[in-house]
């Protein structure tokens, strides 16, 4: 996911700055002119971008004592989930929120009682193969982020990696997140978000109508502020990537 974000993004970027149409969605599949007739061209400057990137990218990831910040996201985005998994307590009950394909298991603290959600039974399905190949302990469960089926303060921690750009009521979802952890606990997250910058935020808002009905996630989400809204308090916040666009965040209760 971060990948096709990224790739889309410096796509929709190049068309801004040398004039090729865009895509509306909506309309009929017509484009949107900003000028010139070059949008080929945009993904061809993509590929090519990222295969310029590829040697810099394996420098990069050479470091694992620290997130990154590197020029192609999907190489690297493990990397970004094993750092925030190690700031992780290592006993208790922690919970992940939209555990998927089961990407993060291999980070799952062994000496931990961890329950992995998630709203898709088919990525449950190969979570639950991945967990086997491994031979975690996670319990895989059927859930919606927006109402856990879980007590109030039942779990140490909560962790959730590239889950709540999708998430239809992210400040639902944050409150639920609220609702479980106890009350000397904290939340752990990597997401992607709307850009502090202006030109980029506003280009952001612009495809993100696109990246929505065709990928299924957001990429302007204003997750900070929907996290101070939801009523946990952030402790910390690292940025990892694309200028601050993807960021680590580790936040507690406000009870």
């Not at 999907?74 to 998994?85: D, K, P």
Request: proline content about 6%.
């Amino acid at each position: 996911m971060p990948g096709m974000f990224q790739g889309l993004l410096f796509g929709a970027v190049w068309a801004a700055a040398v004039g090729c149409p865009l895509p509306v969605p909506g309309q009929g599949g017509t484009l949107l002119k900003i000028g010139g007739n070059c949008w080929t061209r945009c993904i061809a400057v993509t590929v090519i971008r990222k295969l310029w990137t590829c040697q810099a990218v394996k420098t990069a990831i050479r470091t694992r004592d620290k997130p990154r910040k590197p020029a192609l996201v999907t190489i690297v985005s493990r990397q970004w989930r094993e750092w925030l998994w190690r700031q992780v307590p290592r006993y208790g009950r922690i919970l992940e929120v939209g555990v998927g394909t089961g990407k993060n298991i291999p980070f799952h603290p062994r000496e931990a009682q961890v329950i992995g959600i998630d709203i898709s039974p088919k990525m449950l399905a190969r979570a639950e193969r991945r967990k086997k190949k491994i031979g975690a302990n996670t319990e895989l469960r059927l859930g919606d982020a927006q109402a856990l089926d879980l007590p109030a303060d039942s779990v140490d921690a909560a962790v959730a990696t590239f889950v709540f750009c999708s998430v239809p009521d992210p400040v639902l979802g944050f409150r639920e997140l609220r609702r479980v952890v106890r009350p000397d606990g904290q939340v752990y997250l990597l997401e992607h978000m709307r850009s502090a910058n202006a030109f980029i935020g506003q280009l952001m808002d612009f495809v993100n109508p696109l990246v929505a009905a065709t990928m299924g996630f957001n990429i302007n989400r204003r997750t900070l502020e929907n996290i101070k809204m939801s009523g946990l308090e952030i402790e910390h916040i690292q940025d990892v990537g694309l200028g601050g666009i993807f960021k680590t965040i580790v936040a507690r209760p406000k009870k």
